[in-house]
């Protein structure tokens, strides 16, 4: 099915910006004119300069500054602000796009914009990329340890400086993605008592080796993947197994936080 939407940015209930209104600024920055924006935007040229003059009247910036004819005619041209307001459609477009084709991906989750974005859009080197939100931060010197807990329930630690958390803008309740290295990530078959490490139960769903290297994909609940890269001599000790339960182990420190804003 080819589910479309189409974007309207209003103010109080009264039109700003659509698609055509947005070709229509697109042609007048192309052309630097409102009649020959007009005309290539499918306008007339009465109905170009309404859109224009409630667009300048209802924002608080003008979006097209029109220039007096003189001995080669008059002109017009974008403002910054419509410069602006146009790159700000795009986005929002691309993300409401980016949301429709998560609506038919069961693989998306779907507690977050930053969910979505980081599935579509996000390039790291980390192998794996966890959605959770804060539960708890706990002030330790110029450090923070934030809490946060995954769809399954799962707590993560994660440690992060008073600099991040504000440049982060982190606070309770607050979606955030966590970003680990997979060779970050070791495996233990017993969960150890009093450790300060990250310890996630999971069932191993599948198992890849090259070399020296083998690297596990662990189920650890709520849809969520856990990737371990470990050495071959330790899978041996581990006596690793196709649908065998073992834990996740890595360090707060080891665990990247992204947020948006």
Same mark, same amino acid.
């Given at each position: 099915m080819d589910l479309k939407a189409q974007l309207t940015l209003s103010i109080a209930d009264k039109v700003i910006a659509n698609p055509r209104r947005i070709a229509l600024l697109r042609q007048i920055q192309a052309a #630097?004119?409102?009649s020959q924006g +007009? !005309?290539? +935007? #499918?306008?007339?040229? *009465? +109905?170009a300069w309404d859109a224009v003059k409630e667009m300048n009247s209802r924002l608080d910036h003008a979006v =097209?500054?029109?220039? !007096?004819? #003189? *001995? #080669?005619g008059g002109g017009a041209r974008l403002t910054e602000f419509g410069e602006r307001l146009m790159q700000v459609y795009a986005l929002? $477009?691309?993300m409401q796009d980016m949301v429709l084709r998560a609506l038919w991906d069961? $693989? =998306?989750p779907m507690q977050s914009l930053l969910d979505v974005m980081a599935h579509f859009s996000l390039k790291t080197s980390a192998r794996n990329q966890i959605s959770a939100k804060i539960v708890a931060i706990y002030p330790q010197g110029l450090n923070e340890r934030i809490m946060v807990e995954t769809a399954a329930g799962n707590k993560i630690l994660v440690m992060v400086t008073q600099v991040s958390r504000r440049k982060l803008g982190l606070e309770l309740h607050k979606s955030v993605l966590l970003l680990i290295k997979a060779p970050l990530v070791s495996l233990l078959?017993? *969960?150890q008592q009093d450790s300060d490490q990250n310890q996630l139960s999971g069932t191993v769903t599948e198992i890849k080796a090259n070399g020296d290297s083998v690297e596990v994909t662990l189920d650890i609940g709520g849809g969520d993947i856990l990737y371990a890269s470990i050495s071959r001599l330790l899978? $041996?000790? %581990?006596? %690793?197994?196709?649908g065998k339960a073992y834990y996740g182990v890595f360090k707060p420190v080891q665990a990247i936080i992204a947020s948006m804003g």
């Amino acid at each position: 099915m080819d589910l479309k939407a189409q974007l309207t940015l209003s103010i109080a209930d009264k039109v700003i910006a659509n698609p055509r209104r947005i070709a229509l600024l697109r042609q007048i920055q192309a052309a #630097g004119s409102i009649s020959q924006g +007009a !005309k290539l +935007a #499918g306008f007339s040229y *009465k +109905a170009a300069w309404d859109a224009v003059k409630e667009m300048n009247s209802r924002l608080d910036h003008a979006v =097209v500054i029109s220039e !007096k004819g #003189g *001995k #080669g005619g008059g002109g017009a041209r974008l403002t910054e602000f419509g410069e602006r307001l146009m790159q700000v459609y795009a986005l929002t $477009d691309e993300m409401q796009d980016m949301v429709l084709r998560a609506l038919w991906d069961q $693989d =998306v989750p779907m507690q977050s914009l930053l969910d979505v974005m980081a599935h579509f859009s996000l390039k790291t080197s980390a192998r794996n990329q966890i959605s959770a939100k804060i539960v708890a931060i706990y002030p330790q010197g110029l450090n923070e340890r934030i809490m946060v807990e995954t769809a399954a329930g799962n707590k993560i630690l994660v440690m992060v400086t008073q600099v991040s958390r504000r440049k982060l803008g982190l606070e309770l309740h607050k979606s955030v993605l966590l970003l680990i290295k997979a060779p970050l990530v070791s495996l233990l078959c017993e *969960k150890q008592q009093d450790s300060d490490q990250n310890q996630l139960s999971g069932t191993v769903t599948e198992i890849k080796a090259n070399g020296d290297s083998v690297e596990v994909t662990l189920d650890i609940g709520g849809g969520d993947i856990l990737y371990a890269s470990i050495s071959r001599l330790l899978a $041996d000790e %581990l006596e %690793l197994a196709m649908g065998k339960a073992y834990y996740g182990v890595f360090k707060p420190v080891q665990a990247i936080i992204a947020s948006m804003g």
